[in-house]
């Protein structure tokens, strides 16, 4: 009687561990399990919000670009910049857009420059007989910038040349003149003023080189362009998608199209 007890406390304990492994292997299933329902939701919830707020952003861009200059201008767009679809579920997405300059102030302008395009910089309204500067630090790779500064009018329209090394550059067989420490930058060249500025295009040579535009001081620099801030919202998940919107630019094939005969003629072709 005692050996069959104690056998049968023996299967009891067993009975329980497996009891207990099991109910942690089904925990454990289930956690699983809910954990990925929970993440495909989330994925789900914030790939709907990205799609609302792009359906925002093309809202924008299929406007006319002065109005959206006049919708900065009033400081609100109104119902134009709401944007709400409802699912057949009755579920809302939402998106909310905001307009602003890029550039139009006196902070240095960004340009990321490649050495197959030409980044174009708006100067129409700057102030007349008014210096800027291209300035950019030095990488591995020591990149030159050249550029070419339009100004005029109908009556006729000219053109600046330049071409900087780095200071430290190793290409200064190129004949390019050599860019100086300035502003808080380790390369910075002078575009002089003129009068009627029109544009300002600039590319890189030997690499790509991440280049500020700086207007004089107290000078503020053209709008570039509008930023178009979308944020797209359903339920407590909110995801933003930004678009640049540049005015229209010159093709690189234009700063191959146009010749400066001399200091005083216009350009021609």
Request: proline share 3%; charged share 20%; with cysteine.
């Amino acid at each position: 009687m005692g050996n069959i007890k104690k056998e049968s406390g023996q299967t009891a304990v067993i009975v329980f561990f497996l009891l207990v492994v099991g109910l942690a292997v089904g925990v454990s299933v289930s956690s699983n399990y809910v954990k990925s329902l929970r993440m495909s939701k989330e994925m789900d919830l914030a790939s709907r919000a990205i799609g609302i707020a792009e359906a925002g952003v093309e809202r924008m861009l299929a406007e006319q670009y002065s109005v959206l200059v006049e919708y900065i201008a009033n400081n609100s767009c109104g119902s134009a910049c709401v944007l709400e679809i409802t699912d057949p579920k009755g579920v809302v997405s939402r998106a909310d857009i905001h307009l602003s300059h890029i550039g139009g102030s006196e902070e240095p302008f960004l340009l990321d420059l490649n050495t197959q395009d030409t980044s174009q910089v708006e100067l129409s309204g700057y102030s007349d007989n008014t210096d800027l500067y291209v300035c950019w630090n030095a990488t591995a790779e020591e990149p030159s910038i050249v550029g070419l500064y339009v100004y005029g009018d109908d009556s006729g329209y000219f053109v600046d040349n330049y071409a900087y090394n780095t200071s430290t550059s190793p290409y200064s067989y190129n004949g390019f003149d050599s860019a100086s420490s300035s502003l808080g930058y380790e390369n910075c060249f002078t575009v002089d003023g003129k009068t009627k500025p029109v544009m300002l295009r600039l590319k890189s040579v030997y690499s790509g080189v991440s280049a500020y535009v700086l207007p004089a001081s107290g000078q503020i620099l053209p709008s570039q362009g509008i930023l178009i801030e979308s944020a797209g919202q359903i339920f407590e998940t909110v995801k933003t998608v930004r678009v640049l919107r540049t005015k229209s630019a010159l093709p690189a094939q234009f700063d191959y199209a146009l010749y400066q005969r001399s200091e005083t003629d216009p350009l021609s072709n």
